[in-house]
């Protein structure tokens, strides 16, 4: 299975990226983790980027809030998918960081999850890597069947709940 590289701007971005590594390790993916800011380490970031794919990598998540010009930066060095996710930031609450990611120049996609949507980037890794991956899908799709049964759990919870105050 191909690794997925995750990378985040700054530890302050940890606890979106948890949300990540949550539904990585739950579908047991393999990831690796690095702080590399696209403005302070551009040649470090720029170099994972480019050395992705021959280190086994097939999809990069990069998280970042502020100017969140990361996921731009790596998606510029690596044909690979690139997941932006932005973070937010005390500033203008995380729609800086939205549109910075979301908005990219023609030819550079990023495909881009929710302010702080650290979750749904493992599960868009997870699917992008489970179009040739079998054992993978296999997981997703469970999983998609246990969240679907938490659901109807929940609606038979409040179904009762209020049937038993008539």
Do not use: W
Request: glycine share 8%; hydrophobic share 50%.
């Amino acid at each position: 299975m191909k690794k997925t590289g995750i990378v985040m701007g700054s530890d302050s971005d940890l606890p979106v990226i948890q949300k990540t590594t949550a539904v990585l390790d739950a579908l047991e993916m393999p990831y690796e983790v690095h702080v590399y800011s696209a403005h302070r380490t551009p040649e470090e970031a720029g170099n994972f980027a480019k050395t992705a794919r021959e280190k086994g990598f097939g999809v990069i998540i990069a998280a970042a809030g502020m100017a969140a010009h990361l996921a731009g930066a790596i998606a510029a060095n690596t044909t690979l998918p690139v997941i932006g996710i932005p973070c937010k930031s005390s500033a203008f609450d995380g729609m800086d960081a939205l549109l910075s990611t979301v908005q990219m120049p023609p030819g550079i996609p990023v495909a881009t999850v929710a302010v702080n949507g650290g979750a749904n980037a493992g599960l868009l890794a997870a699917q992008i890597l489970a179009v040739e991956d079998a054992a993978l899908a296999e997981k997703l799709l469970a999983k998609r069947k246990s969240d679907a049964a938490a659901v109807l759990e929940k609606d038979q919870q409040i179904l009762s709940r209020l049937q038993d105050k008539d």
